[in-house]
């Protein structure tokens, strides 16, 4: 039985997989011990370039050495959990891990490689860098007890790229936060009012935010204002596009707090997933979906391989194309329609209820431990 977990590494708390894995294990009386060393605030694209890369090596090996200073020597537990991002810590969680005696459990949520030479496209898939990533995800992914992922779609990729045997894998979604004020209706809209979408990430290519665009210039003459918020990779790119087709439906808000994104989420008619038609974008659940999901918010987002493992296509949510902007407004013209959003907003509510709440999502991580 599983009593007490050492969280480790160089994770960020406040990312909700650590918030959502951290607050469940607590709630299901799991002494959490917190051992932190943060690496410098680098974006993705500033670690691909030689500066970042310098800054994040030098933040790598700081990392250790505070981490070191926390070790306890009485500390009893009975797993080490690397939490995201970590990957660049998993050996030395691993030697904790083989010191205590006790199992060693990752959770990447995402491979390096992937991310960096795959889905982003920030380095070239040969070049010494795409190499240094493949090295540190092998590492990362080969040496401990329990590898995480959110969805079977992704446990299949870590199977298939790293070699890694079915029993080394648990599938844990993400899960939200609760949103102790969603309700799961829907709001009668003022007349002329229009229908808020709202859409928030880091702006990397896996978000199809080019598909929301493409959608609002076909509603633009019909009743829906689109919010995006958040800063990121193709940030510039995106207001660049939004003034050069005058998309005056659309609102950039641009970075926004975990709380500010809630509230945005709550106050929002429908809440969009992601659209992006990479390898990538087919495996993963956002967490913006999660969150729309724990809001209480019809939600609307590609129906990938990953998707269809959790949502229902006009049951909790509407499920459209990837890279698909034609399908994506159609989807949202049957939004126009109250009562449509107040059946798959309280539909999606009692989705998350059902399955993606911190204990429920804490109680898969103590499952999978106890067959390990």
Known sequence: MTRAVAYFG????????????IAGLRELGVS????????????????????GAVRLAAGVLEAHARLLVQHRRRLRIDAVVVGYPGHFLVPFGGVLAAFRRTRLVFDPLVSLWDTFAGDRGLVAAGSWKAAAARAVDRAAFVLPSLVLADTWAHAAYYEAEFGLPRRKLAVVPVGALPATQATGGSRPLEHGEPVTVFQYGKWSPLHGAETVLAAAELLRAEPFRFVLAGEGQLSGALRAEIARRGLANVEWLGALSPAELRSQALAADIC??????????????????????ACGRPVVTAGTPGARELLHDGEDALLVPAANGDALAAALRRLLDLDERGR???????????ALTPPLIAGGLLAALETT
């Open 10 to 21: 160089t994770y960020d708390p406040a990312y909700p997989r650590n918030a959502v894995l």
């Open 344 to 354: 798959l907003g309280a539909a999606a509510l009692a989705l998350y209820r059902r």
């Open 32 to 51: 959490v011990l917190e051992f932190r060393a943060p690496l410098p605030a680098l974006t993705v694209a500033q670690m691909a370039t030689p500066r």
């Open 272 to 293: 969009l997933g992601v659209f992006g038609g990479s390898d990538k974008a087919a495996r993963v659940i956002p967490n913006k979906v999660y969150d729309a999901l």
